[in-house]
């Protein structure tokens, strides 16, 4: 008889997959839309739930439905060479690239810079950024107990005081929302869509759905229909926490504005909301309960693509990795918060693409008969797309002129695609292949790919 899990096992994993989703990182985002947004932030938090929760949601879902082993596994039903270039530049983004220094630039950012006069600024991110990823990788080389435990730790300590600031928040706003500014004066919607982006969680989703469905497996369920529904019901738990976490951000980003004016990044919207309501004390708190949540996830980024690269690449040693990657990410990390964000931008602008596509058709592959030509020609048109977008994205982030070889492209791209100003021109023609490549494969009734 197939094991049926409690109430009580569901909670458990899908506060295990809130933990493993909500770094720190991922407060300064809603925090930022919030004091941006202005009077539109709720339809741009609408627009942030959809990428920032929704898309999450999408990926463990499914990972439970493909049956794949790995991320890896499931994108080599497109070709096990973009299998291995895809899930090895996903394990960098949300790694050494981006992911993974910005944990230690959001620690400085929020649990130190309060402290620090703007003379000593720079040799302070230095010193700190070195001590954090030395820590690190001291930690990954030697892996220990105290990090489960103080993960354990954490993640109740930072919603308690998350929801203690929202609380005062919702009693006694900080000011009165301000108009928006920038794009989210007339597409706030889309805006929100776009930063949702931002929290990598969709793509981190597609690493993380593995370990969730490992998780109900060793409670004894075994039925592939039952560990869909388990992962569902996890999922739902975990992506519930955050969307209420995001809500509640956003709108104490909206109310500090009128206080504290506009920021680079939402860092300093937390701290000045922490020093405001709780004073030193409440700085002093975030500041560690930051710090250590950070470090948290650091180490986990840190220690998941050392272990990815070594089964890749098994001559190189994973401590060579580990220390490669932690010495890369304390370099990256100096850049400051607000270039490694917008460095990331344009990276994620290609990636995400590729993999809600991926997720898309994960899910439509029974009806396809898993024809390896319907994964290949979707894969194909959302490349084709993405891969500009990252580079338009590149040059509007730098402020600098098109490439000449790239203007007339968006052009094109601009006339004939629906939605491309939105960052969603290769939603439409993506589907329009599925649709066709799936009827012809249906027609022809021979899967093509190895489940």
């Given at each position: 008889m197939q094991k049926k899990l409690s109430f009580s096992s569901y909670l458990a994993i899908g506060l295990m997959l809130f933990a493993l989703f909500f770094g720190a990182g991922n407060l300064i985002f809603p925090a930022q839309?919030?004091?941006?947004?202005?009077?539109?932030?709720?339809?741009?938090?609408?627009?942030?739930?959809?990428?920032?929760?929704?898309?999450?949601?999408?990926?463990?879902?499914?990972?439970?439905?493909?049956?794949?082993q790995n991320l890896q596994q499931?994108?080599?039903?497109?070709h096990p060479v973009y299998a291995v270039v895809f899930t090895s530049l996903l394990y960098l983004t949300i790694g050494p690239f981006f992911a993974a220094p910005r944990t230690g630039a959001v620690a400085f950012d929020i649990g130190i810079s309060p402290f620090i006069s703007a003379e000593y600024m720079?040799?302070?991110?230095?010193?700190?950024?070195?001590?954090?990823?030395?820590?690190?990788?001291?930690?990954?080389?030697?892996?220990?107990?105290?990090?489960?435990?103080?993960?354990?730790?954490?993640?109740?300590?930072?919603?308690?005081?998350?929801?203690?600031?929202?609380?005062?928040?919702?009693?006694?706003?900080?000011?009165?929302?301000?108009?928006?500014?920038?794009?989210?004066?007339?597409?706030?919607?889309?805006?929100?869509?776009?930063?949702?982006?931002?929290?990598?969680?969709?793509?981190?989703?597609?690493?993380?759905?593995?370990?969730?469905?490992?998780?109900?497996r060793s409670m004894g369920v075994t039925n592939k229909r039952e560990i869909l529904m388990a992962t569902a019901k996890a999922g739902a738990i975990a992506t519930t926490f955050l969307a209420i976490i995001y809500v509640g951000i956003a709108y104490l980003?909206?109310?500090?504005?009128?206080?504290?004016?506009?920021?680079?990044?939402g860092g300093p919207v937390l701290s000045g909301a922490s020093?405001?309501?709780?004073?030193?004390?409440?700085?002093?708190?975030?500041?560690?309960?930051?710090?250590?949540?950070?470090?948290?996830?650091?180490?986990?980024?840190?220690?998941?693509?050392g272990e990815?690269?070594?089964?890749?690449?098994?001559?190189?040693?994973?401590?060579?990795?580990?220390?490669?990657?932690?010495?890369?990410?304390?370099?990256?990390?100096?850049?400051?918060?607000?270039?490694?964000?917008?460095?990331?931008?344009?990276?994620?602008?290609?990636?995400?693409?590729?993999?809600?596509?991926?997720?898309?058709?994960?899910f439509l592959?029974?009806?396809?008969?898993?024809?390896?030509?319907?994964?290949?020609?979707?894969?194909?048109?959302a490349f084709m797309i993405s891969i500009i977008d990252g580079f338009k994205t590149l040059c509007k982030s730098l402020e600098i002129a098109y490439f000449d070889w790239l203007a007339p492209i968006i052009s094109f791209y601009d006339r004939v695609l629906p939605f491309y100003e939105e960052g969603l021109g290769w939603l439409l023609p993506v589907l329009v292949v599925i649709l066709i490549t799936g009827i012809a494969a249906r027609i022809r009734k021979k899967p093509t790919v190895e489940l």
């Amino acid at each position: 008889m197939q094991k049926k899990l409690s109430f009580s096992s569901y909670l458990a994993i899908g506060l295990m997959l809130f933990a493993l989703f909500f770094g720190a990182g991922n407060l300064i985002f809603p925090a930022q839309l919030g004091q941006y947004a202005g009077t539109n932030m709720w339809l741009a938090v609408l627009g942030f739930l959809i990428t920032g929760v929704g898309l999450p949601f999408l990926g463990i879902l499914a990972m439970g439905f493909s049956g794949s082993q790995n991320l890896q596994q499931l994108a080599s039903r497109i070709h096990p060479v973009y299998a291995v270039v895809f899930t090895s530049l996903l394990y960098l983004t949300i790694g050494p690239f981006f992911a993974a220094p910005r944990t230690g630039a959001v620690a400085f950012d929020i649990g130190i810079s309060p402290f620090i006069s703007a003379e000593y600024m720079q040799i302070a991110t230095i010193i700190f950024t070195l001590l954090f990823f030395g820590l690190t990788l001291w930690l990954s080389l030697n892996p220990a107990k105290i990090v489960d435990r103080v993960g354990k730790i954490l993640s109740p300590a930072l919603i308690v005081l998350l929801f203690a600031l929202l609380v005062m928040v919702i009693v006694k706003p900080m000011g009165v929302i301000q108009s928006p500014q920038g794009d989210y004066t007339s597409g706030a919607l889309i805006k929100g869509v776009m930063e949702g982006y931002n929290t990598m969680d969709a793509l981190a989703s597609l690493v993380f759905g593995i370990i969730v469905i490992n998780a109900i497996r060793s409670m004894g369920v075994t039925n592939k229909r039952e560990i869909l529904m388990a992962t569902a019901k996890a999922g739902a738990i975990a992506t519930t926490f955050l969307a209420i976490i995001y809500v509640g951000i956003a709108y104490l980003g909206a109310t500090s504005t009128e206080l504290f004016g506009l920021f680079d990044t939402g860092g300093p919207v937390l701290s000045g909301a922490s020093s405001h309501y709780l004073g030193t004390f409440g700085l002093v708190m975030l500041a560690v309960v930051i710090l250590l949540a950070c470090l948290t996830t650091s180490i986990g980024l840190i220690t998941a693509c050392g272990e990815y690269f070594n089964t890749i690449m098994p001559k190189i040693s994973y401590k060579v990795f580990v220390i490669f990657f932690s010495t890369f990410c304390f370099v990256i990390a100096n850049f400051g918060l607000a270039n490694i964000i917008t460095y990331s931008i344009p990276v994620l602008m290609f990636l995400y693409p590729l993999s809600v596509v991926l997720m898309i058709l994960t899910f439509l592959s029974p009806l396809f008969n898993h024809a390896r030509v319907v994964y290949v020609s979707a894969t194909v048109v959302a490349f084709m797309i993405s891969i500009i977008d990252g580079f338009k994205t590149l040059c509007k982030s730098l402020e600098i002129a098109y490439f000449d070889w790239l203007a007339p492209i968006i052009s094109f791209y601009d006339r004939v695609l629906p939605f491309y100003e939105e960052g969603l021109g290769w939603l439409l023609p993506v589907l329009v292949v599925i649709l066709i490549t799936g009827i012809a494969a249906r027609i022809r009734k021979k899967p093509t790919v190895e489940l």
